[in-house]
């Protein structure tokens, strides 16, 4: 990301000091690995609850930034800008560069070219950007922005300070939580997958339910959140949630929970809070998945997840009896050439004379 700061707005953008030449322009922030000299790159741990590798220290010694952002130092030989908390100075660095870019583009704060329903309610504040469509009596908050080609249904609310990036479509009824994010192309509100079967075919139910996010969500790129039938899908606060996840009818996912990419929910499962789902999991319908649950990736949830638990696999388990399962798996092979071999003594130890005396001729 463009940044073109120098060290003296960099200091006060982050409140504290720093012994550097204060017109010393930086003008990128990037990743450790791609830093090159006048950028900024940033150590962040994965957070003390994470399941995830922690950072690699080859990279912070590799790096070629002129200054890494860090919470203490952590190899010699580098330019630190040391601060209390290294993603809180990351997110104000990333505001200040996005508030500038946004000042850049050509819209008005409600373009004549958006299609805005005279009955819907749009804070001064919020930025409406071309080809958006925003329905009947729906609400935008203070300092949303809403990007191109978004659709806003009848009745939606979107509370303050929520970000929706292109291709957004939120359909009728929906309440989006402020401070919120919904990346590109997500679809929030879609019909529930209900059908009464009959002998003549399927027969839609009828979803007449909402959706509701939380504050501080994060919905990824080509996520779908169906409405309940009747009630409710609860996404709930600081809920993270990556690109190409289905949400069916009527889950609750608790706060804080994250998951990961192409991940499925069948309808009515409960997760708890602060859960952490891997990547491609499948979670059967009306289970309950525990507070502070972790689900490893690929696992096939078939029943309920106690709070605090590990599972993993398909059906999934416990993690430690998965991975003992999984190293005997392995050991298969092995054992299988040690059993042949046994049968192989056995049948020439019940032989006659003159059969060992053969079979050690002629085989």
Known sequence: MILNITIKELSTLLNITLDYQPNQLIKNITSLEQAQEDDVAIV???GDASVFDALSLEKIKNCNASFIIAHKPVVEGKQYIIVEDPLDAFQKIVDRAQAIRRTQDDYAPTPTHAL??????????????????ISANASIG??????????IGQ????????????????????????GSIIHANAVIGSDGFGYQVTSKGLRKIPQIGIVIIGKMAEIGAQCAIDR????????????????????????????????????????????GRGCQIGGQVAIKND??????????????VLSNVNPGQTVSGIPAIE???????????????EWSKLVA???????????????????RLWG
């Open 116 to 133: 805005v329903s005279p009955s819907a309610t749009i804070h001064p504040t919020a930025i409406i950007h071309s080809g958006a469509i």
């Open 44 to 46: 962040l741990d994965r």
């Open 287 to 300: 289970i309950t998945i525990g507070d502070g649950a972790k689900i490893v990736s690929k696992s096939g």
């Open 319 to 333: 993690f430690g009896l998965w991975k003992r399962i999984y190293a005997t798996t392995l050991r298969l092979p």
């Open 155 to 178: 009745n939606c609310v979107i509370e303050d300070y929520v970000t929706v990036h292109p291709g957004v479509r939120i359909l009728e009824d929906c309440i989006v939580g402020a």
């Open 341 to 359: 071999s046994f049968k192989t003594a056995a049948e020439y130890h019940n032989l006659s004379l003159w059969g060992k005396i053969k079979k």
């Open 142 to 151: 203070a300092h949303c922005i809403i990007y191109s080609h978004v659709f």
């Open 228 to 271: 309940a039938s009747f009630d409710k899908t609860i996404i709930g606060n600081g809920v993270k949630i990556d690109n190409a996840v289905h949400i069916a009818h009527n889950v609750i996912i608790g706060d804080g929970s994250a998951i990961l990419a192409q991940t499925g929910i069948a309808g009515s499962a409960k997760i």
